[in-house]
């Protein structure tokens, strides 16, 4: 078995990703645990805690929140961020959203969503990661 460090590593020509394992373990632990953990680790590795929230909970995770937890949400950054992070996002999302925001929002939102031109995918990852990093 060949390693790479922190990375991850090789195993019969199959990469492990140790960052992603980690993230997909704290996510099932109880929150006391989990908090714990994290606690230790940023004192230790602040960098990488971040990480592991981000890979933890991803822009799509947004359609488990309730009604109200996605409204807050949505309030706490600009309408010009969520047009550019929406701009692949899942049908499941886009009708978690519209069943959380009033009708004239929503309504304008979908309408900017649509009419928005090309975008370069590091942008629109940018824009998820700035409102998921917000929820942690």
């Known amino acids: 078995m060949k390693k790479r460090g922190s990375e991850g590593g090789t195993s019969g020509g199959i990469r492990i990703d140790g960052k992603q394992q980690a993230a997909d373990l704290l996510k099932h632990l109880d929150e006391a645990t989990r908090n714990r953990i994290m606690g230790e680790l940023d004192q230790r590795q602040p960098g990488l805690t971040t990480e592991l929230k981000r890979r933890m909970f991803l822009f799509e995770d947004l359609v488990r929140l309730e009604p109200e937890q996605l409204r807050k949400a949505f309030q706490a950054h600009p309408e010009t961020l969520w047009v550019l992070a929406l701009r692949n996002a899942s049908p499941a999302l886009l009708a978690a959203l519209e069943a959380a925001l009033p009708t004239r ?32």
Do not use: C, N, T
Request: net charge positive; charged share 35%.
């Open 105 to 136: 929002l929503r309504e304008r939102l979908f309408d900017d969503v649509r009419a928005q031109g090309p975008k370069a995918l590091s942008d629109v990852r940018a824009a998820q990661a700035k409102i998921i990093d917000s929820l942690s």
